[in-house]
């Protein structure tokens, strides 16, 4: 007598936007949407929410595997809330800190190469764009290969983007000067900044690193593309 095989049951669309993780992103969003709107008002509450919004974002991703809830549409979610955060706050420093065109080209930076690996992912046919084992460079895979590596220099870099926003006083504060002062300074907040300044650096060489590999990957499709008949 045959066995029954149990045929999978298929999730509705609301299920799977009413995902426990994607529950978490869509309070990230709030949450940050009321940081953003008190920032000037209350450095610290908004540094304190904006930095549980990060902390989420590791979250989201442990119970979407904890719960088997991993999807599309989460990973996306995760991925914009990620950038338009960071890219709020560097639009921020660009206003509080001179030159401001250094927090405007970081933000193109991170928006850019992560644009463009997200891209080139898909050309590939891979299902994450974290999935580099394929690369030459070893840091690139250090970074994505090693969640704690990877960790580390995100904290890092938020971490020393909310210092500097502690730091600034009046709007118009030359960066070197805040930089400087706050390494002799001493207090806590100089210690983050000195602390997270390492794990900055990384990640804005892996940002340079991806961006130029997912370019390479988009070159070589369209030559691939032409050399077809």
Same mark, same amino acid.
């Given at each position: ?42 450095? @610290? ?50 206003q509080v800190y001179r030159p401001g ?6 933000? +193109? ?28 460079? @070893? ?11 990877? +960790? ?47 794990? @900055? ?12 590999? +997912? ?15």
């Amino acid at each position: 007598m045959a066995k029954n095989k149990s045929i999978p049951i298929k999730p509705s669309k609301l299920s799977v936007y009413l995902y426990i993780p994607n529950i978490i992103g869509y309070t990230r969003v709030l949450m940050n949407c009321f940081a953003f709107a008190i920032c000037f008002s209350n450095k @610290w509450l908004f540094c304190a929410l904006y930095f549980i919004s990060f902390v989420c974002d590791g979250i989201d991703g442990w119970v979407a595997r904890k719960f088997n809830q991993v999807s599309t549409f989460g990973a996306v979610l995760d991925m914009v809330t990620d950038r338009i955060s960071t890219a709020c706050l560097l639009v921020i420093l660009s206003q509080v800190y001179r030159p401001g065109m250094v927090f405007l080209s970081l933000l +193109a930076l991170d928006i850019g190469s992560h644009w463009l690996q997200m891209y080139s992912t898909f050309l590939l046919g891979k299902a994450s764009h974290k999935d580099v084992k394929d690369s030459t460079n @070893w840091l690139f895979k250090a970074y994505y290969g090693n969640r704690m590596f990877m +960790a580390y220099c995100c904290v890092g870099c938020e971490v020393l983007y909310i210092s500097l926003f502690l730091l600034v006083q009046n709007e118009t504060e030359k960066l070197m000067d805040v930089l400087k002062a706050s390494i002799t300074e001493g207090s806590l907040v100089s210690v983050l900044v000195v602390l997270s300044l390492f794990g @900055w650096a990384i990640k804005q060489l892996v940002n340079i690193i991806q961006m130029k590999t +997912a370019a390479d990957v988009c070159v070589l499709h369209d030559i691939n593309k032409k050399e077809r008949p």
